[in-house]
């Protein structure tokens, strides 16, 4: 058989795989160091005692032949939908219908997925700094050239994203296809305001283009005057997607799910130039490649929603989020400019003058016994830069600052 050319493309390691794979080597030579991991994004806190309840009943279910179930609803089970419907729609109000959002394992899996729905030849838009899947899983489709030497795959349309635009770059002069989003922003911690998306909307609607919206932080936004999701901008509905996660809003990183919201008024361009809907492409896709997400997992999903969930998980936001404070104060106290953090549980910080990101990621393991992401790993323009996470317990948030006031005090 004959491998897609296009892998060979991509850097040798995923980015996080890569620091795993350095910090299994320092600490195998270093055994008595106590690593402290600010890396990557995982949470740390338990599931909430009423998602484990839902699924603790859920399995007891499956346990009964009267309420055993085996496949369900590629698309979700109505009792998920409607509460995502009522709580994360219809509260804001926006009306999103049941056939308009797709329940999955996940937005990492969504926003790869996404991809199979454009066209060859599609142009991409991507924020620089980026997630890395967005720009990976089109490399994987063929749709970029080998990168240059600064890093760059010709083919793909880069918006800087830097300190003098507040990490939110403007829509460009030129059009693209596609342009993939993500306020709260990863890794930036940005956020993006109403006038900043409504500038996306109307950039959209003037070049035929969809936005790829990546709301998997939403739930973090403090301030309640902010859009937590683009459907709030009038004119989204025909231009835009939205992603959304229980990952982060609710501790399921390893349990999975999240959805997809994809409105009936999209239009893509068919071959012989027709309108096609993307509503009914994505339909076709999910239902063609996903067996749906787990029920026992959509249980406690929609135990999010209940009085209880939504008062237990909101704890655990606050208490990520009093973490970003904690670092970004200590940070601050030990001379590094310091940015995100208030809207994000992702810390965005300088590195060192003459310090390149992974020089700096070496430096703090070594030095400090602490784990950080490269803010290279997330493209050209992130070099120079490195993200933090909050997602840690409180005392080890406390010791990391204490180890950086130490090291770099």
Known sequence: MRANPHFQKLPAGYLFPEIGRRVRAYTAAHPDARVIRLGIGDVTEPLAPAIIAAMHAAVDEMAVRESFRGYGPEQGYDFLVEAIREHDYRARGVEVAADEI?????????????QELFAADA??????????????????????GSPGPDGRYPGLVYLPSTAANGFCPAPPDRGADVVYLCSPNNPTGAVMTRDDLTAWV?????????????????????????????????GAREVAVEMRSFSKRAGFTG???????????????GAGGEPVSLNAMWSRRHTTKFNGASYVVQRGAAAVYTPDGLAQT?????????????????????GFTVFGGQHAPYIWLETPPG????????????????????????????????RLSAFNSRDNVEEAVVRLARVFG
């Not at 349990?255 to 361009?269: D, N, S």
């Not at 704890?315 to 970003?324: D, G, T, V």
Request: charged share 20%.
């Open 102 to 114: 797709f329940v999955s394992d996940g937005s990492k899996c969504d926003s790869g997925n996404l």
């Open 314 to 334: 909101g704890a655990q936001i606050a208490f990520y989020m009093e973490n970003a404070r904690i670092l970004r104060d200590g940070l601050a106290r030990a």
């Open 255 to 269: 349990v999975r799910c999240g959805f997809l919201v994809v409105p009936k008024e999209l239009r893509a361009v």
């Open 355 to 386: 310090t390149t990101s992974w020089q700096f990621f070496d430096q703090l393991l070594d030095r400090a016994h602490l784990v950080g992401t490269p803010g290279s790993g997330f493209g050209p323009n992130g070099e120079g830069f490195f």
């Open 123 to 144: 142009v991409i838009a991507v924020t620089d700094p980026v997630y890395p899947v967005y720009v990976d899983s089109n490399v994987m489709a063929g749709r970029t």
């Open 202 to 234: 109307a950039w959209a609607h003037q070049h035929d283009a969809l936005i790829v919206f990546d709301a998997a932080y939403e739930a973090y936004i403090q301030d309640p005057t902010l859009p937590r999701s683009i459907f709030e901008i009038a």
